[in-house]
């Protein structure tokens, strides 16, 4: 990217992002609270974030913020413009709306802009997002879709690398796994986009349908080595969770978001990568490459 392109990118953001009551000239320098910073997807907004020329303010346990501990909101969120709201266990888990309430203290702080993520077809999710809603923010939800990352990074990486095989309560439903790049960039362009996406709920997905086996056998390919999926029923699945240490209130939370969410209801694909950014979003094969290539499934 040539140093032109980059000023004009800052310029474009700093116009649009006056949306916020800052003066257009100095949007650029906008400050942006990103939670789970460290995480799957906020690592990739808050890069995403810096790369449009805002300032990252990184909220995470390492620097002093806590979701469950509510003096510790007030300090990360002052003399922020903006904020990006990712619950730390899930949007839909039973403390999540209570925790959202962090939304009235930016508010109060002066932050006026709030991007949530959350979960497409999750009903369990909605109250958390009408507890954004109702912060007095201008905020925008992101509703997401499983995310391709999640056979790159985590527990699920662990099976397939160290053992070949993924078990998981997934069945053969499919499911538009979505490149988590593709969501930190929505995220972006809703926490830069002004009053363009206030009040809005995008809902983004990857380009096509892939049963969960159909996604392993594309990361066997692209990984040059055998991996199998095993499909098992939800119920199984919390089984297994509690053997690996999983509180029991958090399987049965999980079995029962895993018997609601891979149902089927999911089996479309949305257009909101293209609504916002324009393009495409990225397809699963070319994660999958990209992944492979660094080595990923390597055991």
């Known amino acids: 990217m040539t140093q032109q392109t980059r000023d004009t990118r800052r310029t474009e953001t700093a116009t649009e992002y006056s949306g916020t009551g800052r003066p257009a000239a100095d949007a650029a320098r906008a400050t942006v609270v990103v939670t789970g910073a460290t995480g799957r997807t906020g690592s990739r907004v808050a890069a995403a974030a810096r790369a449009a020329g805002l300032t990252v303010r990184a909220a995470s346990r390492a620097r002093g913020f806590d979701w469950r501990e509510e003096s510790t909101w007030q300090p990360v969120l002052r003399g922020a413009d903006a904020a990006y709201l990712v619950h730390p266990s899930d949007v839909g888990a039973p403390d999540a709306p209570d925790a959202v309430r962090l939304a009235r203290t930016a508010v109060g702080v002066g932050v006026r802009r709030l991007v949530l993520l959350s979960a497409r077809g999750e009903v369990q999710a909605l109250p958390t997002e009408r507890a954004l809603a109702e912060s007095g923010a201008r905020w925008t939800v992101v509703r997401s879709v499983w995310f391709a990352q999640n056979f790159s990074e985590g527990p699920l990486l662990a099976e397939l690398r160290e053992g070949g095989e993924l078990v998981f309560a997934g069945g053969a439903v499919r499911a538009p796994f979505v490149d988590v790049r ?12 002004g009053d363009r996406y206030a009040g809005r709920t995008p809902e983004v997905s990857g380009p096509r349908l892939l049963t969960f086996g159909e996604a392993v056998a594309e990361v066997s390919v692209a990984a040059g080595r055998e991996l199998r999926y095993r499909a098992v029923a939800p119920r199984d699945y919390g089984a297994r969770l509690a053997g690996f240490g999983v509180p029991p ?43 492979a290539a660094a080595g990923t499934w390597r055991p």
Request: glycine share 10%.
């Open 182 to 193: 593709d969501v930190a960039d929505v995220v972006v362009a809703a926490l830069t986009g």
């Open 249 to 291: 209130e958090e399987v049965e939370f999980l079995v029962g978001l895993f018997a609601s969410l891979l149902d089927g209801r999911n089996a479309h694909v949305s257009d909101g990568v293209r609504q916002v950014l324009g393009r495409a979003p990225r397809d699963f094969a070319e994660f999958a490459q990209k992944a």
